[in-house]
């Protein structure tokens, strides 16, 4: 079965710095591999995602994150971060391929410290 | 468009006692899942329905039951409540296969007393 490891549950950090919240997932097949992102008493929401092709990944707002199969690992990465980047991030997992239900990590929150 | 749509927000339930978390969505999408969230543990799903007509278990789906009414809703019953199943409920959605982004509602949140 497909599983997802976020070993950090917390991360704070300044604002202004970089920050990386990492991934790894299992998995002995190809994989649709996604970061969410819950904003507090809000439902999540899509931050970037993973398909096919080019292995850098960015979303709008500035977040990056990179699949790495050798690592089996897709951390995500942010240059310079800001208070409104405080939230909990999911990390998630699917077989590409047919139907498939999509596992989540534990989470991991993002304190951003002013 | 209003996406995905959860009722109640909130709940206070007591042991023993039922209740039907509704779920709706305007997207067209076929298939709608529900998932738990508890401090600590992500999301896990309880149930889910790849298309109208048709729902299988999740991870965790013991003590509740669920109903695909049609292709916008979804819903989600408990028969009788458990201290357990206190909870933050969130019901998704997506296109249709493992690849398309799921949309999530604002969740409801859930007390057993």
């Known amino acids: 079965a497909q599983s997802v490891t976020q070993l950090d549950s917390q991360v704070p950090v300044f604002e202004e710095a970089p920050v990386e919240l990492r991934c790894n997932y299992s998995s002995s097949v190809s994989v649709y591999l996604f970061w969410y992102v819950q904003y507090p008493n809000q439902g999540l929401q899509l931050l970037l995602k993973?398909?096919?092709?080019?292995?850098l990944v960015k979303s709008i707002n500035g977040f990056e994150a990179e699949f790495n199969k050798s690592q089996t690992s897709f951390h995500l990465r942010k240059p310079s971060v800001h208070i409104s980047d405080t939230a909990e991030y999911f990390c998630a997992v699917t077989y590409s391929g047919g139907y498939q239900k999509v596992t989540f990590g534990t989470g991991t929150k993002l304190q951003v410290i002013p | 468009n209003a996406g995905v749509t959860q009722t109640p927000k909130f709940q206070v339930l007591k042991t023993g006692q039922s209740m039907t978390l509704q779920c709706a969505q305007d997207m067209n999408h076929n298939s709608m899942y529900w998932y738990r969230q508890d401090p600590g543990m992500g999301l896990r799903l309880i149930y889910y329905s790849a298309s109208e007509g048709t729902t299988d278990k999740g991870e965790v789906p013991n003590g509740y039951n669920v109903s695909r009414l049609n292709k916008r809703e979804f819903s989600l019953r408990l028969e009788s409540a458990a201290p357990s199943q206190t909870s933050v409920y969130f019901c998704a959605s997506s296109a249709d296969r493992g690849g398309q982004t799921q949309y999530f509602g604002p969740g409801t949140r859930l007390l057993v007393l």
């Open positions: 993973y398909l096919s092709g080019s292995t």
